[in-house]
């Protein structure tokens, strides 16, 4: 039987919390179901290995990571260190080196929570946002620092293998799930070189997948209709900078950062995927016990997802859902009193039911 390899990294702040969380539920599904069993190890790259050693990970981290079938992550960041050092000498050569090209983001209603917005709606689609290239690209440089000519260029990375990948995974899942429709999130009025490569690639891949309706919209129209009409979406296709934004505004209108997880996929498996709240460390409520552990419990399940079993996904799912509408077990920012230990808890007992 498979022995699922897991590396969890926790990093900083609320990240230690929820991930505490997240074991438990792994640890409950292996006890239930004899048909699941994993090891993880850990590794404590954060602030603290930074601090000690200047650097967020050893000089051979990925490649103590690539032997592991999957990277569960919680959060990293802390005042002692500049913001971008964690994202720059972790989080991105994670990503990039693994060719983590997908960034999937459920965006979804569950069942017990209400959306910000002022009317009640069903919202139910996902966001898959190019997760290696485009906006985030380090090519660029500054001169004259200093002077009043002083100047930045940051130049926009656009392949049409890069697009291409991408485009064509999004059509793909949207086959297999069954869903009607592809919206594309663009610019290409004003950014008229990278973004509308980014729309013929698309545009090929689209014409490739005859019984999925495709769309384009501008990304400042699509931002408007997230807060007018979300039930329209099924699958937006974004590029880096812009998926980066509309996940979060997507997590904001379907029950906010608590609630929100994340994937970032290498789809051929050569490489670890690596599953991760969208919510950072949090310092300001880290170690108080109150953070939400539900966006790194979704996270892990979105990991059972990508190991194929589609079941464990749901279970988890499902029992998040049932603590949600009991209302009983919330933390402070879902309106409740519970501790994040609580709400684990909570989850798990629904999961043992629900077995
Ligand atoms: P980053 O810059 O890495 O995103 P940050 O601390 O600026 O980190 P987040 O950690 O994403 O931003 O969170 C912003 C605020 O949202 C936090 O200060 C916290 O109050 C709240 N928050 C985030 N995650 C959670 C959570 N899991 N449970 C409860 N509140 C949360």
Do not use: C
Request: no cysteine.
């Amino acid at each position: 039987m498979k022995v699922y390899k897991v590396a969890v990294l926790p990093g900083d702040g609320i990240g230690p919390d929820v991930m505490k969380e997240a074991l438990k539920v792994l640890k409950t599904l292996s006890e239930i179901d004899s048909t699941f069993t994993y090891e993880t190890t850990e590794f404590n790259w954060n602030t603290d290995h930074y601090v000690k050693h200047g650097l967020m990970m050893p000089e051979n981290g990925l490649e103590q990571l690539e032997e592991f079938d999957s990277i569960l992550f919680g959060a990293v960041g802390d005042s002692r260190v500049p913001e971008h050092i964690p994202i720059w000498e972790l989080i991105m050569p994670i990503r990039k080196n693994f060719q983590q090209y997908i960034n999937f983001r459920p965006i979804k209603l569950l069942k017990g929570l209400e959306t910000r917005l002022k009317q009640e709606r069903d919202i139910d689609f996902v966001i898959i946002r190019e997760n290696a290239e485009g906006e985030y690209s380090t090519a660029g440089g500054k001169m004259y620092q200093g002077e009043s000519r002083e100047l930045a260029v940051q130049n926009t990375i656009m392949t049409r293998e890069g697009i291409s990948r991408v485009a064509a995974y999004a059509f793909q899942y949207a086959k297999e799930h069954q869903l009607r429709k592809v919206t594309n999130a663009t610019k290409s009025n004003a950014i008229i070189h990278t973004m509308k490569l980014w729309d013929k690639v698309v545009e090929e891949i689209a014409n490739d997948f005859e019984a999925i309706s495709y769309e384009k919209y501008y990304v400042d129209a699509i931002a408007a209709l997230f807060v007018e009409s979300p039930e329209n979406f099924q699958l937006v296709l974004a590029s880096n900078l812009f998926g980066d934004i509309l996940s979060d505004l997507g997590s904001a209108i379907a029950g906010g950062l608590g609630v929100a997880p994340s994937a970032n996929i290498n789809p051929n498996g050569e490489f670890p995927s690596m599953f991760e709240p969208v919510h950072g460390s949090a310092p300001d409520i880290a170690g108080k016990g109150v953070a939400n552990p539900i966006a790194q419990i979704w996270s892990l399940a979105l990991m059972l997802q990508n190991f194929g079993r589609s079941d464990l996904h749901d279970k988890v799912l499902f029992s998040i859902e049932d603590v949600l509408e009991e209302k009983k077990t919330l933390t402070p920012d879902m309106g409740g009193k519970a501790t994040t230990g609580q709400v684990g808890d909570a989850i798990v007992n629904k999961l043992k039911k629900r077995m």
